[in-house]
């Protein structure tokens, strides 16, 4: 990596523990708003000083992020369907690697759906980021979504998705826990973060997700609604950091949640 890579992604990954978590915001861009996250602003404010990074749009963050804020900002740049829409998987570059560059971005993320009609088109579209966050010295967070008609979470599957965006260029990878996910990780010659997912129904299910995925590697967790749609949010963030930066196991994580809310 060259140097301006390599210094962008230690702000998101913190070289004092290896390992980060990421604050993920960014779903209204194809859900609108989402539950706990209508007034985006109101909920992230309280979360920053816990944040090793946000994911975010630019809307998001011109419109509801403190510009003096020192959080580093992981911008996503892929988009263009909805929820509603005929092809969840359908997605394009939306914003450009000079506005990533005017918005001060720590990194550039996009959506890439192995499996689907869109294969191709979101895989080249990622070989094309890279080439451009090569030239601007931006670290690029490959995402291994999936589209609604497919439920494949295996080993295997998650396997081949981040072994692939690895292959062409992606910094780190953003994807799903699973069983066997060590594999993934073994096979995958750049970090993992793991994503939260959908509400878990207790906050110790989440800080079991956390735990386990990065007892089996994962550099950290890139986690939403298991964290801003708690009832108490910030107590919920202590927690997961005790996790992934401290190892304390959940049951610990789930003491710091309790003296915290």
């Known amino acids: 990596m060259d140097w301006g890579i390599k210094n962008r992604l230690s702000q998101i990954i913190k070289p004092e523990t290896g390992h980060t978590v990421m604050l993920a915001v960014d779903h209204g861009y194809f859900l609108g708003p989402t539950t706990k996250l209508e007034n985006a602003r109101q909920t992230i404010d309280p979360l ?3 944040a090793d990074a946000l994911m975010l ?18 911008l ?26 005017r918005l001060n971005a720590a990194a550039v993320a996009l959506s890439i759906f192995v499996g689907t009609d869109y294969e191709h088109q979101t895989l080249t579209n990622l070989a094309s980021l890279v080439d451009k966050g090569q030239e601007y010295g931006i670290p690029i967070l490959a995402v291994t979504a999936v589209g609604k008609e497919l439920g494949k979470r295996d080993f295997r599957f ?17 994807t799903y826990y699973c069983d066997d996910f060590e594999k993934v990780v073994e096979s995958c010659p750049v970090p993992v973060v793991i994503a939260g997912g959908p509400k878990l129904e207790t906050e110790l299910d989440a800080m079991k997700l956390a735990h386990d995925a990065v007892q089996k590697g994962a550099t950290g967790v890139d986690m939403g609604r298991n964290i801003w749609q708690s009832p108490h949010p910030i107590a919920m963030i202590k927690a997961i950091r005790a996790v992934v930066h401290e190892s304390k196991p959940p049951e610990e994580a789930l003491e710091v949640f309790n003296q915290n809310k």
């Open 48 to 50: 920053l000083p816990y």
């Open 57 to 74: 749009t630019r809307g998001i963050l011109r419109t509801s992020v403190d510009p003096e804020a020192s959080v580093p900002v992981v």
């Open 76 to 101: 996503r740049v892929s988009g263009g369907t909805s929820i509603i829409g005929r092809d969840l998987a359908n997605e394009e570059i939306t914003t450009s690697m000079e506005e990533a560059v």
């Open 158 to 174: 998650i396997s081949l998705s981040c072994r692939i965006a690895a292959e062409l260029g992606a910094s780190f990878v953003k």
